[in-house]
């Protein structure tokens, strides 16, 4: 599972549970894969992703270092080739992109409800009795 993906799951489907958001990862098997740079997915994702959300989860498994406490603005507004945002750019591909968990677990915030990952694919399957 990637970070990206990590960003957008929730546990609202949950009986008593409003938001379920953001779950709480725990990684207990990862690796980092090599991708191509794609600086235009990037900042196509920058305004659709929850970034203190993003860095938060990339800093609970040891991957968030390199990541700032808030995006510059100009990284909202920018899409040319601006030099500068170069770095953070590729930062934030490879944490989005290229980390992968592949084993641990996905908490509910609000229910404590443990979603197993395994195999890097989050089984978010509830029971019948679980859902609302």
Same mark, same amino acid.
């Given at each position: /599972?990637?970070?990206?993906?990590?960003? @957008?799951?929730?546990?609202?489907?949950?009986?008593?549970?409003? #938001?379920?958001?953001?779950?709480?990862?725990?990684?207990?098997?990862?690796? &980092? *894969?090599?991708?191509? @740079?794609?600086? =235009?997915? =990037? *900042?196509?994702?920058?305004?659709?992703?929850?970034? #203190?959300?993003?860095? *938060?989860?990339?800093?609970?498994?040891?991957?968030?270092?390199?990541?700032?406490?808030?995006?510059?603005?100009?990284?909202?507004? #920018?899409?040319?080739?601006?030099?500068?945002?170069?770095?953070?750019?590729? +930062?934030?591909?490879?944490? /989005?992109?290229? =980390?992968?968990?592949?084993?641990? +677990?996905?908490?509910?915030?609000?229910?404590?409800? &443990? @979603?197993?990952?395994?195999?890097?694919?989050?089984? /978010?399957?509830?029971?019948?009795?679980?859902?609302?």
């Amino acid at each position: /599972m990637k970070l990206l993906a990590h960003n @957008f799951l929730s546990s609202c489907f949950l009986k008593g549970v409003k #938001e379920g958001y953001p779950l709480i990862l725990t990684a207990t098997k990862k690796e &980092v *894969q090599q991708h191509e @740079f794609n600086r =235009v997915f =990037v *900042q196509r994702m920058i305004p659709k992703v929850n970034y #203190e959300v993003l860095r *938060q989860a990339a800093s609970s498994i040891g991957e968030g270092d390199n990541l700032p406490e808030c995006l510059p603005e100009q990284l909202h507004t #920018e899409e040319d080739e601006n030099t500068e945002l170069e770095p953070l750019l590729k +930062e934030l591909h490879r944490v /989005m992109v290229s =980390v992968e968990i592949l084993e641990g +677990e996905l908490k509910c915030p609000e229910s404590g409800r &443990v @979603f197993p990952i395994r195999d890097g694919i989050p089984n /978010m399957i509830a029971n019948e009795d679980e859902v609302k």
